[in-house]
């Protein structure tokens, strides 16, 4: 995948100091999971402050005890008609995954089910008294000030969300949504909201630019206006958390505020599916961190922020449906990010000192062959200790004997301009890779994982495979003078 040589740099910064916040979900369907501990240490390295998990698992739970991270745990769909009919089953589970892990632990809600109202409608009579009786155990615990309970929906209970100041939910469930929405205000809770432009622009037949699910400006003759209170939109997910208000509104119902549980944009799809490209995905998740980090609401709440959780840390390869399924996550398991992207209000370069250059996993193995023959040999990467009985010989495999090599030829020529790309198949990473008697360079006043996090940024630099040579040309002096540059930035800052 080719993404240009983009100048763009994770700054790490998922909050800010006026509150408003953008936080990630973690899905488990996915091949090779790094342990509860190496997710902790890739969250906190990125300076993620709000984590979604989708259930209640008790190693990320006890992973994250003295974290700052703040934690919104789930109820599994299939947990909800437990939980609704029993309520001592609600307070058992309370006692379980909520009261034995704080303070350590800042669990600060419980998002009970998953789209229930969409997914499993049978079990809708028993969604509102799970809610009630898991609130009632957190009374009992005195823990209701301090955890709050609500319930994901998706933006298909609103059947049309444009133009915004019309839009209603569906009668179907207005009884049900009225129940929740009374629960939410009794509780001084907020509304749990899963809206996905990509969605919103892919199944709309082409009525709404693609500029406009991205948050790209519009020429004036495009705009976007609710004809009714000639507001102006300008992103599609503005105007979906707009129509959630006004859905709201229409039940008689204020002062909720809402919380976007789940959005992002997949960076890789079918080939029925031309809009999940990597560079829509960059550009959509930079421009929501940018817009959410201004700490404004959409028109008919300009001062209520609008607080998001991106779907989602990881590709959840081992999810059924088409390639877009699969391909929703930012970073690879091993820290590096999917694709180039800036999480920063700012345009200020940050990076770490202490950081390896590893092998991306699933990287072409002929292309990790052509940058290992490059570093071991025209690159200068000292490769003893990659072969046969060797301390780094083992695990056999292209990646570890190409992240040795990678490692090794760019600790020793960062200084001069070298970069950590190689055709693509190279990140960098604050955690060292060593293991065993296996030590990397740059790691002798380390230890393995005593980092605690990986650097997602992806330093430019011209690196060309050359046609049927098997060699790689990277072009020091040409990037040398940038490089040296953004070092010096670096130093400033």
């Known amino acids: 995948m080719v993404l240009g040589n983009l100048l763009l740099f994770i700054a790490g910064i998922f909050s800010c100091a006026s509150g408003a916040f953008v936080g990630i979900n973690i899905g488990t369907d996915v091949s090779n999971m790094p342990s509860a501990p190496e997710v902790v240490a890739i969250l906190k390295a990125n300076q993620i402050t709000h984590l979604r998990l989708y259930d209640a698992d008790a190693h990320m739970l006890k992973a994250l005890a003295d974290s700052g991270i703040e934690v919104m745990v789930g109820i599994t769909n299939e947990e909800v008609l437990g939980i609704g009919e029993s309520p001592s089953k609600a307070a058992a589970w309370i006692n379980q995954n909520v009261a034995a892990y704080l303070p350590s632990t800042n669990i600060t809600s419980i998002a009970v089910g998953s789209e229930v109202l969409t997914t499993i409608p049978n079990l809708v009579p028993v969604l509102v008294p799970a809610m009630n009786n898991l609130h009632k155990a957190l009374v009992a615990s005195n823990l209701n000030f301090m955890v709050k309970v609500s319930t994901p929906q998706a933006m298909d209970i609103i059947p049309r969300p444009f133009p915004p100041s019309t839009a209603t939910f569906n009668s179907s469930w207005s009884a049900t949504v009225y129940q929740i929405l009374q629960f939410l205000k009794n509780t001084d809770s907020y509304y749990?909201?899963?809206?996905?432009?990509?969605?919103?622009?892919?199944?709309?037949?082409?009525?709404?630019?693609?500029?406009?699910?991205?948050?790209?400006?519009?020429?004036?003759?495009?705009?976007?206006?609710?004809?009714?209170?000639?507001?102006?939109?300008?992103?599609?997910?503005?105007?979906?958390?707009?129509?959630?208000?006004?859905?709201?509104?229409?039940?008689?119902?204020?002062?909720?505020?809402?919380?976007?549980?789940?959005?992002?944009?997949?960076?890789?799809?079918?080939?029925?599916?031309?809009?999940?490209?990597?560079?829509?995905?960059?550009?959509?998740?930079?421009?929501?961190?940018r817009r959410v980090l201004n700490d404004s609401g959409p028109p008919s709440q300009p001062k209520v922020p609008i607080n998001t959780y991106i779907y989602e840390l990881f590709n959840e390869d081992k999810r059924p449906g088409p390639v877009s399924e699969k391909n929703w996550g930012l970073f690879f398991t091993n820290g590096s990010a999917v694709y180039t992207f800036s999480l920063s209000t700012s345009d200020q370069i940050t990076g770490n000192n202490s950081d390896f250059c590893v092998a991306k996993p699933n990287a072409d193995p002929g292309k990790l062959q052509a940058g290992l023959d490059w570093a071991c040999g025209q690159g200068g990467a000292s490769c003893n200790a990659i072969q046969e009985g060797q301390p780094c010989y083992l695990p056999n495999t292209y990646q570890n004997h190409a992240s040795y090599a990678y490692n090794d030829y760019y600790q020793k020529k960062r200084s001069v301009g070298a970069t950590c790309d190689f055709d693509g198949t190279a990140a960098t990473t604050t955690v060292d890779p060593g293991h065993g008697s296996c030590k990397f360079t740059g790691s002798s006043n380390i230890t393995p994982n005593s980092i605690g996090g990986f650097t997602t940024t992806v330093a430019p630099g011209p690196v060309t495979l050359q046609g049927g040579s098997g060699t790689m040309n990277l072009q020091v002096s040409e990037i040398q003078p940038l490089i040296s540059a953004l070092f010096l930035a670096l130093v400033l800052l």
């Open 192 to 289: 749990m909201l899963n809206a996905y432009p990509y969605f919103g622009y892919t199944s709309g037949n082409g009525i709404f630019p693609l500029d406009y699910a991205l948050f790209r400006s519009l020429p004036s003759v495009k705009q976007i206006v609710d004809p009714n209170t000639l507001s102006h939109y300008d992103s599609m997910f503005d105007a979906l958390v707009d129509a959630t208000y006004y859905s709201i509104e229409a039940l008689n119902m204020s002062g909720i505020p809402i919380v976007v549980t789940e959005t992002g944009w997949p960076w890789l799809g079918g080939a029925n599916e031309p809009d999940a490209t990597a560079d829509n995905a960059e550009t959509f998740n930079s421009n929501l961190i």
